[in-house]
Every structure is written in C-alpha cells, then in structure tokens.
C-alpha cells in the first residue's frame, strides 16, 4: 500500500512529531510506504496537486483541523482517491462529527484498515470557495477574524474572542432565497452547516448530516443570558438545544443576501466581506474512509 500523508506543521499549536515518528514506526513494521506532505501556506494547492500525480497514491490521510481537511479533499475532488482523516487541529470539529478517533495514531490506523469508503459532501459558496464543515456571517466570523490575527492558539484565546462579541452584539437583517422556502428577518449570526455542531462541540442544529446531499442554514435570532447557558449545557445533551433562537432551513442550494458586506468564514479561515452568498451542496464530494459505527451512514437516506 502506498499512502500519501498531508500534515499541518502548525494547526493547533500542536508539536507533531511524536505523530510523525509513531506514523513512521507504524509504516516500517508494515511494508507501507507513506509519503508526507507538510503544508506551508505557499502553494500549497498546486504542489499537492503535482505530488498526487507523481505518486499516484492507493489512499491519503490528512492530519491536522477543518482546514487541513478541506485543503487535502478539494484536491482529491475528481481523483477517486479515499481520504482518511487524524485529528490535529485546535477543535477538530469535523473529526469529532464523523465519530473519528480522537487519538490521531489510533484515527491513522483506521484510515489504513477501513474498506468502508462512503461520500462526503462539500459547500460550495458563491462558486469559488468552499466548505466541509461549518460556514458563517456574524458573531463567530467576527470572532475568527480576531482569533486569526492573535499569535496564540486554542480554547483560551478563542474565549477571550468571544467574550468581546459579546460586549457589542447587534442584530442585522438577512434575506434568503432557499429552493422550497424563504427567510427575512434580524439575526446574530447566519451559519451555512454541513454537519450539526462547531468545533467546541456546541450545537447549531440536531438534523445535519454531512453525508445526505442537502445542507443546513442556521439563523440565530435571539442571544441572551439563558440561550447562552443552554448552548453549553447543548453540548453535553442536544436536547438542551434552545429552538426558540433559532430557524434552521434544509436546502440544496440558497441565496442569502445581507444589508452591507459582512464578513464570512469557512471551516476557522476568513474568506472576506459579502453583501451576497450563493450557496450550493456537492453530494459525495469526497471518498471518504470511515467505518461502520458512523452514525450518519445509518442515518443517509440516500
């Protein structure tokens, strides 16, 4: 078996070479020969592009958060090639979602082991950007782009993020077209979800499932001392999940328009400011290596 290895030097400020050598370790005593790929942020999508075609690889696995993952699968979109996944990240929030192993040696070895190979959507978003997991306008993109300009990483500094939204939250309005539905009103945040819960484990809906064809949008109206109290305890339990803040729309594909260009972020990376959003699901995007206790293949009716 020859595997190709995509790895994040840096996501989540996690040192990575205790994986690299267990990874290394594993490989010898199995006659695998891997290839590692260590992302730079300078063309990256290019020479992973080449690399695939120079090895040709029977599987890949990608290392690192929602980031990492979405890079790694874009570039096997059209390839056929499976993709595996080992949670590196800060929150790894689309790991934890399709019921992958924490340990990310133990999550490497299932991604080897596996031959259940299932699709796995991807948002596309005004035709050129994309997401696999959470996208949103609002309270959290706004916390991500201050997270993004901070040096420091993780739980902590997110917190501290958030703790300044909340000092200046205001409402804006939102339109949207959908295909069997409509929306206007006044919201905190407007979330495009592929999957049901953010990378804390808070949940923005209980019916997404990032392998049925179809997506979630999430408006978040109403933000106070209770809601906020119950989206912690929603991680935890779902049924503490407070519908009265929420609309949540089921859609292939939607048009969202805002009042001025807002700022938008896709899977923890700031895209930039838009007035207007077009978004769109890619059914099975992705092969994706995953075993039979994922609960979304019991729940696909597809």
């Known amino acids: 078996m020859k595997l190709l290895l995509v790895i994040n030097p840096v996501s989540g400020g996690i040192d990575k070479k205790p994986f690299l050598n267990k990874v290394d370790v594993l490989c010898k005593k199995y006659g695998i020969n891997c290839v590692v790929y260590k ?9 992973l592009k080449d690399l695939l075609g120079q090895e040709n690889p029977d599987r890949v696995i990608t290392a690192g958060g929602d ?5 790694t699968g874009l570039a096997l979109m059209g390839t056929g090639i499976p993709l595996g996944i080992a949670p590196l990240g800060s929150a790894n929030g689309m790991a934890a979602e399709l019921n992958i192993n924490s340990n990310p040696i133990e999550a490497f070895k299932d991604a080897i082991i596996s031959q259940v190979i299932k699709g796995l959507d991807i948002l596309k978003v005004n035709k050129q950007h994309y997401s696999i997991h959470i996208g949103d306008v609002g309270l959290n993109a706004r916390i991500v782009e201050s997270y993004e300009k901070d040096p420091n990483r993780g739980m902590i ?10 000092s200046c939250l205001e409402a804006f309005p939102v339109n949207v077209k959908a295909e ?3 929306y206007s009103g006044k919201v905190y945040m407007a979330a495009l979800c592929n999957s049901r819960k953010f990378g804390t484990g808070i949940p923005l809906n209980t019916v997404g499932n990032p392998m049925d064809g179809i997506f979630e949008l999430v408006m978040i109206e109403k933000i106070d001392a209770l809601s906020l109290i119950r989206a912690g305890l929603a991680k935890f339990d779902e049924n503490f999940i407070d519908n009265r803040t929420a609309t949540v729309i089921q859609t292939k594909k939607a048009e969202i328009t805002f009042d001025k260009e807002r700022t938008l972020q896709l899977d923890g990376e700031v895209i930039g400011k838009f007035k207007k959003l077009e978004v769109e699901i890619i059914p099975g995007a992705i092969n994706f290596i995953t075993h039979n206790d994922n609960v979304y293949l019991r729940n696909n009716k597809n």
Do not use: M, P, V, W
């Open 39 to 47: 992302t730079t942020g300078k063309n990256d999508s290019e020479l």
């Open 67 to 71: 980031g990492t993952i979405l890079f």
């Open 157 to 166: 500094t997110y917190a501290k993020y958030f703790l300044n939204e909340l």
């Open 180 to 182: 069997n539905n409509t």
